[in-house]
């Protein structure tokens, strides 16, 4: 799969590296260049530095012809509109947005091709799991 | 009408003033404290400290019986977030956004933002129009900018001074409206000779105006 990665941070350096080690195509775009030393020594994608809210720097990553599309900066108000922009304007197929303030995530309710990670959601419902199988026993 | 603005700076102060002697209530979001402090001295309006991206804010802010709500922050993410928020969780029927990357306008209108003010767009096409020389004149912007209706005096040296209109090499997209000689208007027909201070009123798209100014003023 070819899959373009929004935000390189401790997230998205992760996805990063993972995702090109089992053999997908990937290219990271963030606009903090010292960001790109996250990646691990075998990230074998492209990285681009630059504000992914900006058309020209989307379509420098190639993301009209993306499969996938991740956001994971650390902004909910810049993951939204690069999420808007990557359905809209380069009509992505398919995108995964992370967001943080769990406020945020009826902004995406009945948002087409849009999938969210809500990392607080998430983290809540893990141990929530953890704790209700464990009280069973 | 009860109006919120986002924002701050001397576009806000002013905006509220003008908004307030018109009658409207007005509930002002700003994130810095010190600004905050300084609008809700000088500006009869309720102000709220804090992040208008925040849903606890915008509440705080009254939102929710909020006829319209204003984003004029220095960040598009930021004005359509508020916008975004402001319509689908609190029902604000209008909600007017700031564009600072003219290549948002359209992206902002087909996700519903119901206003759009390009910023950039504006000026520039102020800039071109101001730019253009004294023998033009009554210029007249339709629907933001996106058309304009001139009039340019016909100089002796133009390409068009001593032509019938349909000599003359226009683009399409160029309309002449009327031709006003000492006082009188004739409408334009193509055997309509033009004639040196002839003024000519032309409708025409903003980046075509330089185009017409050329041929009837004669200058660059």
């Not at chain 1, 020594?41 to 009209?64: C, R, T, W, Y």
């Not at chain 1, 009509?91 to 995530?105: G, H």
Request: some cysteine.
């Amino acid at each position: 799969m070819f899959i373009v990665i929004v935000g390189c941070g401790r997230t998205g350096s992760l996805l990063a590296g993972s995702l090109s080690r089992s053999g997908h195509e990937i290219v990271v775009i963030e606009h903090n260049p010292e960001s790109f030393a996250l990646l691990p020594v075998d990230f074998s994608g492209f990285q681009i530095e630059g504000d992914a809210a900006e058309n020209d720097i989307l379509k420098e990553g190639k993301i009209e012809s993306a499969d996938l599309v991740i956001i994971s900066t650390g902004n909910d108000q810049i993951n939204y509109l690069v999420s808007q922009m990557a359905k809209l304007n380069f009509d992505v197929p398919r995108i995964m947005v992370r967001t943080i303030d769990p406020a945020v995530e009826k902004m995406y309710e009945n948002d087409e091709r849009v999938e969210i990670f809500s990392q607080i959601s998430l983290l809540a419902e893990n141990m929530i799991n953890k704790i209700e199988r464990e009280g069973m026993r | 009408m009860d109006i919120i603005l986002v924002g701050g700076g001397k576009l806000i102060y002013h905006l509220a003033k003008k908004l307030i002697s018109k009658g409207h209530f007005l509930t002002i979001i700003n994130k810095d404290r010190k600004q905050a402090a300084d609008l809700s001295r000088e500006i009869n309006a309720t102000v709220v400290y804090g992040n208008a991206t925040d849903k606890k804010v915008l509440d705080d802010a009254g939102a929710y019986k909020a006829d319209n709500l204003v984003a004029l922050t220095q960040k598009d993410h930021n004005n359509l977030f508020i916008c975004k928020m402001a319509m689908d969780y609190f029902g604000v029927e209008r909600a007017t956004a700031l564009v600072n990357n003219p290549e948002n306008e359209e992206l902002f209108s087909t996700l519903g933002i119901t206003g759009i003010f390009n910023i950039t767009d504006l000026i520039s096409s102020i800039i071109e129009q101001s730019v253009a020389s004294d023998d033009v004149s009554n210029l007249t912007m339709i629907e933001e900018g996106k058309l304009s209706i001139f009039q340019v005096e016909v100089s002796p040296d133009s390409e068009a001074c001593g032509k019938e209109i349909k000599e003359i090499d226009l683009p399409l997209t160029i309309v002449l409206g009327g031709i006003v000689r000492n006082g009188d208007i004739t409408i334009p027909r193509g055997g309509s000779k033009v004639q040196a201070g002839d003024k000519i009123v032309i409708i025409s798209l903003p980046e075509e105006q330089a185009e017409a100014i050329k041929v009837f003023g004669g200058e660059e």
